[in-house]
């Protein structure tokens, strides 16, 4: 089954938000890239943070009957990436976000403001 990309991108953010993810910053990439349509970044304080934020990210996309194309990170949690086809998430450990800094990377992209 496919998901409405909005829906997606709601049900992410609201499974980051409620693991209590740091900075959730969400860029709109369809007019910049073709990779994703949506990036969702934020961090977690703790490798077991990120751990959970991610799992709970794949539990709400799989109760939606949706697919998760691919998780990269898992197992370190320093830096989890989900391919949720058109909303890629990445879930940092904080001191790898300030490290890595993708934000500034995708400068290009316009944030969507989130509730």
């Not at 990439?29 to 943070?49: A, K, M, T």
């Not at 058109?86 to 992209?109: G, K, M, P, Q, T």
């Amino acid at each position: 089954m496919n998901i409405q990309t909005n829906k997606l991108l709601q049900m992410t953010l609201k499974a980051v938000e409620d693991k209590k993810a740091g900075n959730v910053v969400c860029l709109d990439l369809r007019n910049v890239s073709p990779i994703s349509d949506y990036f969702v970044i934020c961090h977690g304080n703790s490798d077991v943070q990120v751990q959970a934020i991610a799992t709970e990210v794949r539990k709400v996309v799989h109760e939606a009957g949706g697919v998760i194309r691919g998780i990269e990170g898992m197992n370190s949690g320093r830096w989890v990436l989900m391919d949720l086809g058109d909303v890629v998430v990445h879930i940092f450990h904080r001191d790898e976000r300030e490290y890595y800094n993708i934000e500034r990377l995708w400068s290009d992209a316009k944030v969507v403001e989130t509730v």
